[in-house]
């Protein structure tokens, strides 16, 4: 995809005032490389639902790679479900994408049950978020509409009833599946470079 470097480079710069740990690689072909300098062989891993983190083969390098990969398996009951999730607070480096990234470095993220942004905000010593340069806008505004655009396209995805896969709009509704329940922007990390931010120069992700 087109994109504008001068833009990318404006995020970076922001994303370091703010005590974040910004990269930029050109394709997605150069995350694992990258990521393979910053986690350690035989550390705890955990990762929130990303079809970034699928396109770049985050997912398949945690699930196989030499790491005690925090996952519910596939047939856990609700209680051994919810007992992963809680376990993953406790892992060495959480992943997981970004639903916005503003260029003046703010971090945009919504949940629905926030097993997702829950431990980025709070628990393992470090989080990575990996994200294709087209999740920068430049306002608030751009990343809430970014999360409108792209939650009736999950939701639908999931199987939800939520109104919004009928017309692919907001209702800002009160359906029991509704899944724009938390918003979660990272404004500043109080531990510097806790946060790595890897962007990426092509489109990923929805
Ligand atoms: S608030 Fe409800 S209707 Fe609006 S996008 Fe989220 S799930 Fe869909």
């Given at each position: ?21 910004p ?6 072909e ?69 639903n ?8 945009v ?54 109104p ?43």
């Open positions: 995809m087109d994109f504008d470097m001068t833009i990318v480079n404006t995020t970076m710069e922001n994303l370091k005032k703010r005590q974040f740990d990269h930029f690689v050109a394709t997605k150069e995350v694992l490389p990258l990521l393979e300098t910053m986690v350690p062989a035989g550390c705890t891993v955990a990762n929130g639902g990303s079809v970034t983190l699928g396109q770049t083969g985050v997912i398949d390098w945690l699930k196989n790679g030499d790491f005690n990969y925090l996952a519910p398996a596939p047939d856990s009951t609700a209680e051994e479900k919810k007992a992963m999730m809680r376990k993953r607070f406790f892992a060495d480096v959480f992943l997981l994408s970004a916005a990234i503003i260029s003046d470095g703010r971090i993220n919504e949940d629905g049950a926030s097993t997702r942004v829950a431990p980025m905000i709070y628990g393992p010593d470090k989080v990575i978020i990996v994200a294709g340069v087209n999740k920068i806008v430049q306002t608030m505004g751009q990343a809430n509409a970014r999360i409108k655009y792209v939650a009736p396209i999950n939701c639908k995805k999931i199987g939800f009833e939520t919004c896969t009928e017309d692919g709009k907001c209702h800002d509704c009160f359906h029991h599946q509704r899944s724009c329940c938390t918003s979660a922007v990272l404004n500043f990390s109080r531990i510097p470079d806790r946060i790595t931010v890897i962007l990426v120069g092509e489109e990923l992700g929805v």
